[in-house]
C-alpha cells in the first residue's frame, strides 16, 4: 500500500506537463482543500440523521454559544458565520419557518432585531453538537496526540496569517 494521494497524482501530471511550475504550495492547499470537502461530507451525513443542514447548524450553533438567552443580531450573526447580510437573511427566514429560531425587536432600537434560539432549536443543536463533535473525534482519531497539536498549531498560524489578508 502506497500513501500516494490525488494531489500527488495532480503534481505528477503537471510536472509532465509544465515541468516549470512549483507545485509545493498546490501540494498543501489542494491537500486543505480537498480534506475540507471530505470533513465536509462527513458532517453533513452525520448532521443529515437529524434532517439538519450544515449551514442550518453552523447558524444555530453560533447562537447556542452564545449561552443564554441564545441571541444575537442578524450582523453578528452574519459575522460570525462569514456569510453575507442577504445570505444570513435567508437563512434565518428558513430557520424560523422551521420553528428553530425567532426574531424579536431590539429594545433600545425599534428598527433592530434579534434572532433568538427557539426551546425547538435548543434542543436539536444540543443533539447536533454532540454528534458534531463525536464525528470531529472520530475523523482525527487515527493521528497520534503529537501529530494533532502539531497540526493545529501549524493551520493556526496558516489561517491567523491568511484572515490578517496577507498574501
Known amino acids: 500500500m502506497t500513501d500516494e494521494d490525488l ?11 509544465r515541468a516549470d511550475l512549483d507545485t509545493r504550495g498546490f501540494a498543501l492547499v489542494g491537500r486543505l482543500l480537498l480534506a475540507g470537502k471530505l470533513l465536509e461530507r462527513r458532517v453533513s451525513r452525520v448532521l443529515g440523521a437529524l434532517d439538519l443542514p450544515l449551514w442550518a447548524f453552523d447558524v444555530l450553533a453560533t447562537l447556542r454559544r452564545q449561552g443564554p438567552p441564545h441571541r444575537l ?19 434565518i427566514d428558513r430557520l424560523a ?10 429594545p433600545r432600537d425599534r428598527r433592530g ?13 444540543d443533539r447536533a453538537v454532540e454528534v458534531r463533535f463525536e464525528e470531529a473525534e472520530d475523523a482525527v482519531s487515527d493521528l ?7 497540526l493545529e498549531r501549524i493551520l493556526r498560524r496558516l489561517l491567523a496569517r491568511l484572515e490578517r489578508g496577507e498574501t
Request: glycine share 4%; charged share 35%; hydrophobic share 35%.
Open 7 to 17: 494531489i500527488d497524482r495532480i503534481r505528477e501530471q503537471w510536472a509532465r506537463e
Open 73 to 91: 443580531t442578524p450582523t453578528e450573526l452574519s459575522r460570525a458565520t462569514l456569510l453575507t447580510p442577504g445570505a444570513m437573511t435567508n437563512r
Open 97 to 106: 419557518s422551521s420553528g428553530y429560531v425567532r426574531r424579536e425587536a431590539e
Open 113 to 125: 432585531v434579534r434572532v433568538e434560539l427557539t426551546d425547538e432549536g435548543l434542543a436539536l443543536v
Open 144 to 150: 497520534p496526540a503529537r501529530d494533532r497539536d502539531a
